[in-house]
């Protein structure tokens, strides 16, 4: 499947940015979805999964952003509010096949979209 990432742009501390991932080339409901991102100078890091009904949060994250996902528009958002600028990454979406029960590192998914840059100021 093919993702394309949107939505990142420059904010300051404590504003929301709403990012989206739309899918093409294969049927989207037989995929979960899952964002990472990565800072400049460290490793890509787990941000979100959603997994059935479930969505999962890395700590960093838990309470300011909402993973949700739109099955008939092929597309995956993630909202993200109270930025801080420990934030500022480049964001990637992701898919995996439903048939692994991982999801959290960067080799449970096959599939990348070339990210969004999100830019946080303090």
């Known amino acids: 499947v093919q993702l394309q990432a949107s939505g990142g742009g420059l904010v300051q501390a404590g504003g929301s940015l709403n990012l989206s991932c739309i899918a093409s080339g294969r049927t989207f409901a037989n995929y979960f979805m899952g964002w990472f991102r990565q800072a400049p100078g460290k490793e890509r890091e787990f941000v979100s999964a959603?997994?059935?009904?479930?969505?999962y949060y890395a700590d960093s994250v838990k309470g300011r952003f909402t993973i949700s996902r739109d099955n008939a528009g092929n597309t995956q958002y993630l909202q993200m509010n109270s930025l801080k600028v420990e934030d500022t990454a480049v964001y990637y979406c992701?898919?995996?096949?439903?048939?692994?029960?991982?999801?959290?590192?960067?080799?449970?998914?096959?599939?990348w979209g070339r990210g969004t840059l999100v830019t946080v100021s303090s």
């Open positions: 992701a898919a995996q096949g439903k048939l692994g029960n991982s999801w959290s590192t960067v080799g449970d998914y096959a599939d």
């Open positions: 959603h997994r059935w009904v479930t969505a």
